[in-house]
């Protein structure tokens, strides 16, 4: 039973990875269609990120009102709703009112299975999961583009997801009375009832900090690149949108496949070396993307970035019991969720304008120092706890 759950867990997340590369793939060919500014895109993504963040703060009075399962289910039909209300927009004003319900429902399941995976699950388990939301993001680049391929038909390539989304909201809804059937099993409580932490208090410790600019550097990093780097090889390697889409759907498969690794690497493997290793490639990845190389290099570089960046976000939140606590680590983990979405909030849309101002070119750059920041945090996140393990002691 429990690990039919675990199925049903890893295909609910599909439907967290799905909206989240789509809007990338189809922006060259939407602002095109609504005569907007390359820029305007951050006004999609940041309506997005500020309504995730919202919902992932909320996670642990919503999950101990109505449970993880009931919450689940609810918040995926609201990004199906989401991807229905993109195909059938008119502009731009409309995107930023169906990103709402996106936001809140992507919030509320990144928060929710985050944290019973890492409170019932195992490391390799917390790869798996994130492996399948990128398997998620990495399909609905290659749906774009087919839609994009006949006369640039975005809003087909969100019709489209719409119909998988759906599905797996009504996977999550018929699956509801298995969450109590292996809880009963295990002589355990449906869900816990979590302590309320505000985000406030959470940022006076100052192992909460480094983890919180970890995970707002890699966020930042695996958003930018997913929804800039299509537009970055249009302008700067004279790609078109098409063929940027199909590109861009290497990326994604890089993240999944760096999240599947790890996922059969962390029996052997601790949280730790896995992220070291994960550094290793993103940094190579990023170097290969500074130099004037083939687009067939640069393309390599981005599925690279992907395969580097994968395992550092979810080996951090399998962390969180462990470092904060269980009964803690739902408003931990909801505060991790909420900071994470500053990062994907604030940083896609500052590089836009950057490269509208300056230039495209700037990408590689602009990673690096995202990069450099999650290099320091960890070293601080690692030399805070072994202070407090010396303290303890």
Request: charged share 10%; glycine share 6%.
């Amino acid at each position: 039973m429990a690990t039919l759950l675990l199925v049903v867990i890893y295909i609910i997340f599909i439907s967290l990875g799905i909206p989240d590369s789509l809007f990338g793939a189809a922006w060259p060919a939407i602002y095109e269609e609504f005569s907007l500014p390359v820029s305007a895109a951050g006004s999609v993504t940041f309506t997005i990120s500020a309504c995730t963040t919202i919902s992932s703060l909320l996670s642990a009075r919503l999950i101990n009102k109505y449970g993880t399962a009931k919450l689940t289910a609810i918040s995926v039909f609201l990004t199906a709703t989401a991807l229905l209300g993109f195909s059938l927009s008119p502009n731009i004003i409309w995107f930023c009112l169906f990103a709402v319900p996106l936001g809140l429902g992507a919030g509320a399941v990144d928060a929710a299975l985050n944290n019973y995976v890492a409170l019932y699950y195992k490391a390799s388990h917390m790869n798996l999961l994130h492996c399948f939301y990128g398997l998620g993001v990495s399909v609905s680049p290659y749906i774009m583009s087919l839609a994009l391929s006949q006369q640039n038909n975005w809003r087909g390539g969100y019709s489209n997801a719409f119909w998988i989304q759906i599905i797996i909201a009504l996977i999550a809804l018929c699956t509801l009375p298995l969450w109590k059937k292996v809880h009963l099993r295990k002589q355990e409580p449906e869900d816990e009832v979590f302590h309320i932490v505000s985000i406030t208090k959470l940022c006076k410790l100052p192992a909460a900090r480094a983890v919180f600019f970890i995970l707002i550097s890699s966020c930042a990093i695996e958003y930018t690149a997913g929804i800039w780097g299509s537009t970055f090889l249009v302008n700067t390697k004279g790609l078109t949108a098409e063929n940027a889409a199909k590109c861009l759907a290497l990326y994604y498969i890089g993240l999944a496949t760096g999240r599947l690794l790890a996922g059969l690497a962390a029996t052997r493997l601790s949280s730790w070396k896995l992220i070291s290793i994960g550094q290793s490639v993103l940094i190579t990845a990023i170097f290969m993307l500074m130099l004037p190389l083939p687009t067939s290099v640069s393309v390599g570089a981005l599925f690279l970035i992907g395969l580097g960046n994968a395992p550092i976000f979810p080996n951090i939140l399998h962390l969180t019991p462990q470092n904060f606590g269980k009964e803690y680590s739902q408003s931990m983990m909801g505060a991790q969720m909420a900071v994470s979405y500053v990062g994907i909030a604030l940083m896609p849309p500052l590089y836009g304008i950057l490269a509208q101002k300056l230039s495209m070119s700037i990408f590689p750059y602009f990673i690096v120092l995202l990069f450099s920041l999650m290099v320091f945090s960890i070293y601080r996140l690692r030399a805070t706890l072994k202070e407090q393990q010396i303290k303890q002691h």
